[in-house]
């Protein structure tokens, strides 16, 4: 471990139910997120957005609370692939020994496809999860550090991979 490196242990757990036929994957919960308590708490991170025009929606002013209900009530389970490792700061180049969510009782709950928010969670998962790549997509992140993709792309990319299963 680097000096700048801190082992962290994801700080929440997943948003899902039996109900759930959808679930989105990100690596690990940013330095926002974990000090907010909860998924894409970053204010420039644009998945809350995404999700908003996807599901017909305002879900960017909702407390965690509601953010979980308004997911769950459309069947969309989020969680991260990793469940701890070493990283700088909020850098998925940074992560190093990364240990793993559990994400097949995730699988078992009922989801049908899973969509991984960037390249970093896309590569990590099939690394340790190769038994869904058949159930797998990656979808561009929605973070900050990704802006070769506008809010309208990304709602455009997101909204053909996931609504097909919302239906």
């Given at each position: 471990m680097t000096e700048k490196s801190l082992r962290i242990t994801h700080p929440f757990p997943p948003?899902?139910?039996?109900?759930?036929?959808?679930?989105?994957?990100?690596?690990?919960p940013s330095e926002a997120s974990r000090a907010a308590g909860f998924y894409y708490m970053h204010p420039r991170n644009r998945f809350w957005q995404t999700m908003s025009v996807l599901l017909k929606e305002d879900l960017t002013s909702l407390s965690a609370e509601q953010k979980t209900a308004a997911l769950l009530k459309h069947n969309v389970a989020i969680s991260d692939v990793i469940l701890s490792c070493e990283i700088h700061r909020s850098s998925d180049a940074s992560i190093?020994?990364?240990?793993?969510?559990?994400?097949?009782?995730?699988?078992?709950a009922g989801v049908q496809h899973v969509f991984l928010n960037g390249q970093k969670a896309y590569s990590l998962f099939l690394k340790?999860?190769?038994?869904?790549?058949?159930i797998a997509s990656c979808l561009p992140s929605t973070s900050p550090a990704n802006a070769k993709f506008s809010l309208?792309?990304?709602?455009?990319?997101?909204?053909?991979?996931?609504?097909?299963?919302l239906q």
């Open positions: 948003v899902c139910d039996k109900n759930s036929r959808v679930l989105i994957l990100g690596s690990l190093k020994n990364a240990v793993c969510t559990d994400v097949d009782s995730l699988v078992s340790h999860f190769p038994q869904y790549e058949a309208e792309k990304l709602t455009e990319i997101w909204g053909e991979a996931i609504l097909p299963y």
